[in-house]
Nanobody, 122 residues
Framework: QVQLAESGGGLVQPGGSLRLSCAAS????????MGWYRQAPGKQRELVAR???????RYADSVKGRFTISRDNAKKTVYLQMNSLKPEDTAVYYC????????????????WGQGTQVTVSS
């Protein structure tokens, strides 16, 4: 069984910063791309940032220049550094990983974390 454990959410004022972390654990054969998605009330879940196993990154236009995604493969952890936060960044942030576990080493699937709340408000 694979688990993604997120941490680092909270309440921050506009212009502030937060760093989210997501650690993968369990029966993992290989971790491929990892990323962060978010869902605001009444809206669909959207991609925030994604990073490949080799470090290639992709960002939503709304966060480019403000957010930075990184990963530590040895720790099976992905990070999201969020700077210059805006009220419209308020959402539940979900960690995602494309991975293969030892039960079927030719089958890739998506795993999700439980989500962490980020609230940007004065």
């Amino acid at each position: 069984q694979v688990q993604l454990a997120e941490s680092g959410g909270g309440l921050v004022q506009p212009g502030g910063s937060l760093r989210l972390s997501c650690a993968a654990s369990g029966n993992i054969f290989r971790l491929n791309a990892m990323g962060w998605y978010r869902q605001a009330p009444g809206k669909q879940r959207e991609l925030v940032a994604r990073i490949g196993s080799g470090g290639t990154t992709r960002y939503a236009d709304s966060v480019k220049g403000r957010f930075t995604i990184s990963r530590d493969n040895a720790k099976k952890t992905v990070y999201l550094q969020m700077n210059s936060l805006k009220p419209e960044d308020t959402a539940v942030y979900y960690c995602n990983a494309a991975l293969i576990d030892w039960t079927a080493t030719t089958v890739e699937y998506d795993a999700w974390g439980q989500g962490t709340q980020v609230t940007v408000s004065s």
